[in-house]
Structure formats: structure tokens, C-alpha cells
């Protein structure tokens, strides 16, 4: 099935020089690491590895990472299915409403479950706040296809003398598949680097065990050691990624407009399923917001200051927009040979630009600034520097999106552009940027929505005096001056509403399978 | 669709395109050359920062920029960003990080007469860094759970089985890391390491001081050891952390009643050293040390006479046992804490 020659052509050399400089720039806090490592020595890292609470840590990391991708999947699998496929009353809205978790940040959620819910805290208030943080990273590109999933396979495979759970499972499962897997792996990156939600709710993972250390003073190479051996879970994640995910050829050849399913009936189910949506509806939003309008009434620091508020909401809005459009732009040839070019080269580039995600910002950050402090002390505190560290964090939320659109994506339409005499510039802007347009901005929101919540690397590499809606937060928070911080963290909710709408729509308009 | 969609690719290049100038528009204003502005890297809480550099501009005429960060985000980015950093005057909550910045070399030594308005013991024996804030070690314990009779005359005794799953610490912190530090100085590495080991086998583990007050309020566990002063601002600002508890202060040479400082410090790499030591001689000196007494910050004054918050214990009361800050936190004590599993 798989129709993708290997012709070389012009503008790929292009294509490969940007997309190396976008696996480069994921690189570099890996060689920190290395280098750190090896100045260590073997005797230092055996050391530092070989002791029982970093078993501890492992295992906690690892069994929150399957429990965690496993309930995504299967909670963000069922809600798009609910959504796009039954007769549920209102289903447009309740959409809205399961991409909206995205716009709230973890550490806020997990702190307003700790609030309502003492005793929740450990292995299942991780796996709880997570999950409710999560799930929309599996929900959105799984109702993307199913939207957009043509009748027509579904009823060839029945007049075949398939029975409609057997097409079920042999087309339109299938079809999910890279959806499932690709948000199940967002998941398990966010899941790697998350530290605030768990550190709050007492679960300790090693990302959490390498920001402790860093608050120790002489505990720099012990933090090292432990973001290798996060450095090393990440690929394995992305190995089972490409195992799970197939190669298979997932476009649609052929004219006009898809067929769109007719949907399903509840019948009896629909009350429960309108209990069970409501009732994750509070749990992922209600719960969070309840908490943010109660530190908003309570508490004595509750005075608001417009100016500085103002001043971080444009801040952290023009660092969000430049961040998503650089990232987008600087993934877009990474995910673009990931597809069209497959080899060994691209796959390397892909799977490379995939590190940064797993690591904890306080590390990408550190390397930053060993480097620019160095090679570019006029880019050190600048606004271009603390941009290259989003977007070394964050290309694999713009990766995921930008390469399941594009495998969507007929190849032939671009021949057929280069076919006509169109140079590659032409193709590109006039055949597949408008066709991605849409996958585009969902990876621009998703890109958004993460550098609107980032705080330890806008700590470190901010210029001097930024403050944005998350360090506002934190300083606040901290100070335990909750009434003071909620204003912060509202308005980070509210500045992120519309990507998470922008996320709906990439999904109501429909990517043809 | 494809019309549709060439529209949203021109609107996304102009933003670009405009994002880019604004940046570069950003980047590109440098700074006068008769500009004294120093910049504070700033670990100590960001509303007393702010309330200090406001009265030092105001008296002095020279602008101050602050960098906020952690202890030891902002300690570890002096140290990897060395001779060239762009910071004059850093600020801590413990005095640990300053240690790792002494350490490393950074500092340039302090003026006398700033040191002279601080008492030696909670300034740097090198000469590099002074005190300007303090904070005491206390217990904080829900009285519906325990009696204050029942509670032990030493911290250590915490690490007891009597005590299973009835003490919470953040040992995660700069905060812990101090009070172990304390606990090594006094009582020795046999009793240090033993220590440990059991607050890890009976001990509830929070991430911070905060939660673990919080926790100690809701009657999860009935007692916990943090610092005075989120005690005291958590009563200023609603007790919803706090009301259902009470503090315990260790005021005979325990290590319960270790005082941690914050300390002060001029880099060496400072570009405008006069400037960064008058900063400094203004935090440790009255006027800085008057504006920590009247904020709702809570930490004790430490320099040039300045009783602390009337709200507070009284100082002379609190009676510390005798620690040297500069011996705090060396990598044993952390090599210690991982051996215990804590780290």
C-alpha cells in the first residue's frame, strides 16, 4: 500500500538543513547531559544510578506512564467516539468542552484536587489529575479522524460480509491508530517532564527527583545522572511508538467530498452516557475552576492590580504566538521528510526532535545558558533565546500534529503541482501549506497552550523583568498569596480558551482519511 | 477550503512577520551608557524584593532590575553562567545557595561597614556575603491530634516509631536541606544518617513547607516541621492553612530552633560594583532592615539593631543553637539524604 517513492528533489536539501538545525537544537541538552556524564566518569554514574531510590523512581515513573497512557487512550478514544459518531444530545458543545482541560494547566488542577479532595494523593491522585490534564491530547486528533473517516471504506468492508463490529475494528480502528498512539504519546512525553501537578499530590517520578535536586546545592550531577536515565525512557517510549504505530498508507485517493458516517443511536445508553460525560466534565473543568473562584473570594491578598496583570497577559500572549509560529515553522520539514522521504536520515531527525518534550525544562534551560552564555553572550536573557528554548521543548506537540496531517495528505497532489511545472516554493505554498493549514494551527495551539504554562525555563532564560501570567502565578502562589495568584491563573485560562477552540475547529472541519 | 486555507496561511506569515519586527524592536533598544541600573537576582520572596528595591530607587535614584527565580535555580545559573553573567547583587532565602556562590568564587568581598551592621554568626565567615533576613526552624501541630505536652524535646525523637506516620516534612527543599545540615553540625554523622532513615520509614513526605502545614491543618498528620513565617502570613492572610494549628519553638540548643539566614552578596563580575554595594549596605543597613519589619513578609531582621514584626515571637526569646552557616550543606549532607532515599 504504501505509495511514496524515494526520488530526491529539489528544495529537499532545504528541507534537510532545517529540519538537522531543529534536531541539533533537541540535541543540546542532551550533550550537556553527555558531557556532564562523562566528566563524571563511570565510577561517578554507577554511583549516582545503582541505589534503590532510583529503582523507586523508576518504577513510579513507569507504572504512572502506562496507567496514565492507557486511560488517555481508552477515556479520549470513547469521548471522541461519543462525540462524532452517537445521536448524544448537544454532542458539538460537550467536544468543546473535553478540549477545553488543555486550557487549564496541570499544577492548577492538581492543586484544586488536593484542595477538594485531601486524601487524594499518591499513585491514583496522580493517575487522576493526569489523566483529567491529559486526555484531550488522545481526544482531539481521535475526533479529528473520526470526523473525517469516509463512509464508503466502512461499507465496502460490510457488503464484503463483515458484520458492523467487525468493520468496526477492521477499518475504522485502524484508521484511529496513529491518532490513538500519537496523543497516547503526548501523553507519556508530558507525563516525563511534568512536575508540579506531582510534586503537589506526593508522587515522586524522576522528574521530580532531578527539580530536588537541583534545589540541593551540590547536587548538580546526581540531577544529570537522573535526566540521563529520562533521556533513555524517552526512547523507549518512542520505540514503542513506531512499533505501534505501522507504516501503512492512510490517505484517500480519489474526488469530491468524503461521506460522512450517519450517527449511531444511544437508545438506552443515552442517559448514561450524558452522566458519564457531565460527570468528567466537572471533574476535568468544574473542579479546577470551583477552586480558582474560591481563592479569588477568599483570602486577604485578593486586591487586583491591573497594570502588572495586563503587562504579563501580553506578555505571556506575544511569547505564546512567536513561540507556536517559530515552532510550527522550524517542525514543518522535520515532519514533512518524516512523511514524504522515508529513510533512515528522516526517521533519525523525526525520533531526535522528540527529546527535548521529555525533558524537564530546568535542564534545557541550564544547557541554554551554558551555551549562549558562551558562544552567544548577546543572545543570552533575550527574547530569541528563551524562544529556541520553547521550541526545543515543545516541536513534538507541533511534530505530532503536523505529521499526522500530512499523512493524511494525498502525495500525489504535490507530484501532480510538480508535474505542471510548479517550482517547490509554489508547491509548497500554494498545494500544501493551505491543505495543512488547519493541521498547522493545531499544532500552533497546542505549541501556545504549553509556553503559556511554562515556568522554569522563563525563569532562567527570560530577560530580566519579564514576567509572564505563569511566573506571576508561581511568585504569588508561593508567597502563599493564593487570593493575589488566582487573577494569574485565571487569565492563563482564559488566554487559552481560544487555542483550544482553534484545537475543536482543526477538528469540526474534518481531515479526509 | 483551499481558498479558506490560503487566507489563514497569509494571516499566519504577517503575524510572523510582525512578531519577528517586534522582536527585533525589542531586542534592539541597548541601554544608555550613563544607565546605573544593577540588576538583583533575586531568590527571596518577590513581594519583599519588590518592597526593597522600590525604597532603595526611591532613596538612592538608581533603578534596579529583578530576576526572580528559586535558591538554587538562581544559585546553579550564577555558577554555569561564571565570570560573564549579567548579574550585581544576588539574594537568597537560605543561606546554602550563597555558600554554593562563595564556593564557585563569585563574589566580590563585602563592604565593612555593610558587615559591620550584621552580627558575624549570620554572615559569611569569608567575608562575601552577609545576612539580611532570617527564619526559624518550628513544629507545627494540630492540638485536636496531638497535646503540646505530648509533643518530643528534640526533633530527632521524630524519627522514633512512636512517630510513624505522624510527622510530615518537605525534604525536597532548600528549606529541609538547612535543618538537616543543622541536625549534622550538632549531633554528628552517626546520629545525622540515623535520623534520616527513620523520618524516611515513619515520616509523610509534602513537597514544600506550605503543604505540609496544609496537611498538618486538615488533620492528615499531626505534626510537621517547617519554617515560622508561612505559619505566621498563612494566619495575616486567612488562616485557611493554618487556624486548626499551633507552632512548637525549640528554644534550648535543639536543633528544632536552628535559624536559617538569608544572605546577600555582590558578584565579582559586576559591572557597576559601587552601585551593587550600596544595594547591599541598604538591605543589611536600617533602612532595608526597617522596610522587612513593617512588610507582612514575617522573617526576623537580622542587621543594624531593627527589632522584627511586633507580631512575631520576640527574637531574643527564640535562643538558636549555635550552627556556623558556612559548614551548612556540604555534598555530605546530600550524599547523606540520598543514602536515605529522601533525595
Not at chain 1, 522528574?207 to 551540590?218: G, H, K, P, R
Not at chain 1, 437508545?267 to 480558582?292: D, E, N
Request: one cysteine or more.
Amino acid at each position: 500500500m504504501t505509495v511514496v517513492g524515494r526520488r530526491a528533489r529539489v528544495g529537499d536539501p532545504l528541507r534537510v538543513a532545517v529540519a538537522s538545525a531543529a534536531a541539533l537544537l533537541a540535541l543540546l541538552p542532551v550533550g550537556y547531559i553527555a558531557v556532564s556524564a562523562v566528566l563524571l566518569g563511570p565510577r561517578g554514574i554507577v554511583d549516582l544510578v545503582w541505589r534503590p531510590r532510583v529503582g523507586e523512581l523508576l518504577v513510579n515513573t513507569t507504572v504512572l506512564l502506562v496507567a496514565t497512557a492507557t486511560a488517555c487512550a481508552v477515556l479520549g478514544t470513547a469521548t471522541a467516539w461519543v462525540t462524532e459518531r452517537t445521536d448524544l444530545p448537544g454532542a458539538p458543545v460537550w467536544g468543546a468542552l473535553f478540549a477545553a482541560p488543555l486550557a487549564v494547566p496541570a499544577f492548577v488542577t492538581s492543586y484544586a484536587w488536593v484542595s477538594v479532595l485531601p486524601g487524594v494523593d499518591g499513585f491514583v491522585g496522580a493517575l487522576v489529575v493526569t489523566t483529567m490534564s491529559y486526555f484531550p491530547l488522545v481526544h482531539l486528533p481521535v475526533a479529528a479522524v473520526l470526523r473525517g473517516l469516509d463512509r464508503d471504506q466502512e461499507d465496502v468492508a460490510r457488503a464484503l460480509g463483515l458484520s458492523a463490529g467487525a468493520a468496526a475494528v477492521r477499518v475504522v480502528l485502524p484508521a484511529m491508530r496513529p491518532a490513538i498512539v500519537g496523543g497516547a504519546l503526548l501523553v507519556g512525553l508530558h507525563l516525563l517532564a511534568e512536575y508540579g501537578a506531582l510534586a503537589l499530590l506526593r508522587y515522586p517520578t524522576v522528574t521530580v527527583a532531578i527539580y530536588d535536586l537541583f534545589e540541593s546545592t551540590f547536587a548538580g550531577p546526581g540531577a544529570i545522572v537522573l535526566a540521563g536515565v529520562l533521556v533513555v525512557l524517552c526512547l523507549v517510549l518512542l520505540a514503542v511508538d513506531v512499533a505501534l504505530v505501522g507504516r501503512a498508507r492512510r490517505a484517500r485517493v480519489g474526488s469530491g467530498a468524503a461521506r460522512r458516517r450517519a450517527r449511531t443511536p444511544l437508545g438506552a445508553a443515552r442517559v448514561p452516557a450524558l452522566l458519564g460525560v457531565g460527570l468528567l466534565v466537572v471533574a476535568a473543568l468544574g473542579v479546577p475552576l470551583a477552586s480558582l473562584v474560591r481563592w479569588l473570594l477568599e483570602g486577604r491578598s485578593t486586591t487586583l492590580e491591573a497594570g502588572p496583570l495586563l503587562t504579563a497577559t501580553v506578555t505571556s500572549i506575544g511569547l505564546g504566538l512567536l513561540a507556536a509560529a517559530v515552532t510550527t515553522a522550524l517542525t514543518f520539514p522535520v515532519a514533512w521528510l518524516a512523511v514524504r522521504r522515508p529513510g533512515r536520515l528522516p526517521r533519525l531527525l523525526e525520533r531526535t526532535a522528540y527529546l527535548g518534550n521529555a525533558l524537564p525544562g530546568i535542564v534545557v534551560a541550564l544547557a541554554l545558558i551554558i551555551v549562549a552564555i558562551r558562544l552567544v553572550p548577546g543572545l543570552y536573557q533575550t527574547t530569541p533565546l528563551l524562544i529556541t528554548a520553547y521550541a526545543i521543548l515543545f516541536m513534538p506537540l507541533a511534530l505530532v500534529n503536523l505529521r499526522a496531517a500530512l499523512v493524511r495528505l494525498p502525495p500525489e497532489l504535490e507530484d501532480v503541482a510538480h508535474g505542471l511545472g510548479s517550482p517547490p516554493a509554489a508547491v509548497l505554498v500554494r498545494v500544501t501549506a493551505p491543505l495543512l493549514a488547519r493541521g498547522a494551527g493545531a499544532a500552533a495551539a497546542l505549541v501556545f497552550l504549553a509556553v503559556s504554562t511554562e515556568l522554569t525555563a522563563t525563569l532562567l532564560l527570560a530577560p530580566t523583568g519579564t514576567t509572564t501570567l505563569a511566573t506571576a502565578f508561581w511568585g504569588k502562589a508561593t508567597a502563599l498569596a493564593y487570593g493575589a495568584a488566582a487573577p494569574y491563573a485565571a487569565t492563563m485560562v482564559l488566554i487559552s480558551v481560544p487555542a483550544a477552540f482553534l484545537l475543536t475547529r482543526h477538528v469540526h472541519a474534518g481531515v479526509r482519511t | 477550503m483551499v481558498v479558506q486555507g490560503r487566507r489563514i496561511v497569509r494571516v499566519v506569515l504577517a503575524a510572523v512577520a510582525g512578531v519577528a519586527l517586534l522582536a527585533a524592536a525589542a531586542c534592539g533598544g541597548a541601554p544608555a551608557p550613563e544607565d546605573r541600573t544593577i540588576t538583583l537576582y533575586n531568590a527571596q520572596h518577590e513581594d519583599l524584593g519588590r518592597l526593597w528595591v522600590d525604597e532603595f530607587t526611591r532613596q538612592t535614584g538608581i533603578p534596579v532590575q529583578i530576576r526572580k527565580g528559586g535558591d538554587f535555580e538562581l544559585g546553579n545559573q550564577l555558577v554555569a553562567e561564571g565570570a560573564a553573567s549579567p548579574a550585581d547583587v544576588f539574594i537568597t532565602e537560605n543561606s546554602p545557595a550563597m555558600s554554593l556562590v562563595s564556593g564557585a568564587g563569585l563574589f566580590a568581598p563585602v563592604d565593612p561597614a555593610t558587615r559591620a551592621q550584621v552580627p558575624a554568626q549570620y554572615s559569611s565567615n569569608r567575608g562575601d556575603w552577609v545576612g539580611i533576613a532570617a527564619r526559624t526552624t518550628v513544629v507545627v501541630y494540630n492540638p485536636s491530634l496531638v497535646r503540646a505536652d505530648q509533643l518530643p524535646a528534640s526533633i530527632l525523637e521524630f524519627a522514633q516509631p512512636a512517630w510513624q506516620g505522624r510527622i510530615a516534612f518537605p525534604p525536597g527543599g532548600a528549606d529541609f536541606q538547612a535543618i538537616v545540615s543543622a541536625v549534622n553540625a550538632l549531633n554528628g554523622d552517626a546520629a545525622t544518617q540515623q535520623w534520616l532513615a527513620g523520618l524516611k520509614a515513619n515520616g509523610r513526605i509534602y513537597q514544600s513547607n506550605t503543604a505540609t502545614m496544609q496537611a498538618v491543618n486538615r488533620g492528615e498528620v499531626p505534626a510537621g516541621i517547617i519554617y515560622h513565617y508561612y505559619w505566621y502570613q498563612d494566619r495575616a492572610e486567612s488562616g485557611a492553612n493554618s487556624a486548626n494549628t499551633q507552632l512548637q519553638f525549640y528554644t534550648d540548643g535543639d536543633a528544632g530552633g536552628f535559624l536559617s539566614v538569608s544572605g546577600g552578596g555582590v558578584l565579582a563580575s559586576s559591572k557597576r560594583p559601587a552601585e551593587a554595594q550600596q544595594l547591599l549596605a541598604f538591605l543589611a543597613g536600617a533602612a532595608g532592615q526597617q522596610v522587612l519589619a513593617r512588610s507582612e513578609n514575617l522573617e526576623y531582621t537580622v542587621g543594624a539593631g531593627v527589632p522584627a514584626n511586633p507580631a512575631l515571637k520576640p527574637f531574643a526569646e527564640l535562643r538558636p543553637p549555635p550552627v556556623d552557616l558556612n559548614a551548612l550543606n556540604g555534598p555530605k549532607i546530600v550524599q547523606m539524604m540520598q543514602q536515605a532515599g529522601l533525595l
